[in-house]
């Protein structure tokens, strides 16, 4: 079945330390994003890739970084700058590498970051 | 300003009555996009339904439709003959087409909690 997987469902961080949240997809599609909600807001935008090497910031990008070295994956790192970061983190993915309008995005399950 | 409002937080509604989720937004392109998302307990964001700005017909995806009124900016996801299944978080969401970079503004959610 094609999707995308998201690794750990929860996932703990102690004080200072960074940890990496992977996104996988088997959908062959060239764009990826990270994202982050919190409780009783939209999602915001941390990083986007429309293609393999390349990567943009969106609208939350400090404190956190990315790779993008293969197509199938598009690994998010909190980093120890982030001082806020118990949040839930969705990955997704669409098809074109030229966005529209009409622009469709395919979620993964999520991962469920808390800080200990 | 927000971009995309959804002005009720929760709603209860009795199984198998139709349910009105309402989705206002603000944008001054001519060209955008408007998408509605089901999010379940288990936090995948489900794709339910588009509508463009130039599409002169309302959106309908089996039970799912989108009462788009473009004068008055609102793009109201209607599901008919709820069920159970329907319990879930509802998000708006647009893609502006016009010197942006294309991405998704979302608005903060409709928790929607069908009754038996």
């Known amino acids: 079945d094609g999707g995308i997987t998201q690794s750990p469902k929860y996932l703990f961080r102690k004080e200072g330390q960074n940890v990496t949240l992977s996104c996988e997809q088997n959908?062959?599609?060239?764009?990826m994003y990270w994202y982050r909600q919190d409780p009783g807001q939209g999602l915001r935008l941390i990083y986007y890739s429309q293609i393999v090497n390349d990567f943009q910031k969106g609208d939350i990008a400090e404190g956190y970084s990315v790779s993008r070295e293969k197509k199938e994956s598009f690994p998010l790192t909190v980093t120890s700058a982030q001082k806020n970061p118990t949040a839930f983190y969705l990955c997704?993915?669409?098809?074109?590498?030229?966005?529209?309008?009409?622009?469709?995005?395919?979620f993964g399950s999520g991962t469920q970051l808390s800080v200990l | 300003a927000q971009k995309i409002t959804q002005t009720q937080p929760g709603m209860f509604v009795q199984e198998k009555e139709a349910v009105t989720l309402d989705c206002t937004y603000d944008?001054?392109?001519?060209?955008?996009?408007l998408f509605w998302y089901k999010q379940p307990s288990s936090g995948e964001m489900i794709f339910l339904i588009y509508?463009?700005?130039?599409d002169e017909q309302n959106a309908t995806e089996g039970r799912y439709s989108l009462n788009f009124q473009k004068a008055r900016k609102s793009a109201n996801l209607v599901i008919s003959a709820s069920q159970l299944g329907d319990s879930a978080m509802y998000f708006c969401a647009m893609r502006e087409g016009g010197g942006s970079n294309y991405q998704l503004i979302w608005g903060a959610g409709t928790k929607l909690i069908i009754k038996p």
């Open positions: 509508q463009g700005s130039y």
């Open positions: 997704a993915s669409s098809i074109p590498r030229r966005p529209s309008t009409n622009e469709k995005l395919f």
């Open positions: 944008t001054s392109d001519q060209s955008y996009g």
């Open positions: 959908l062959n599609h060239d764009a």
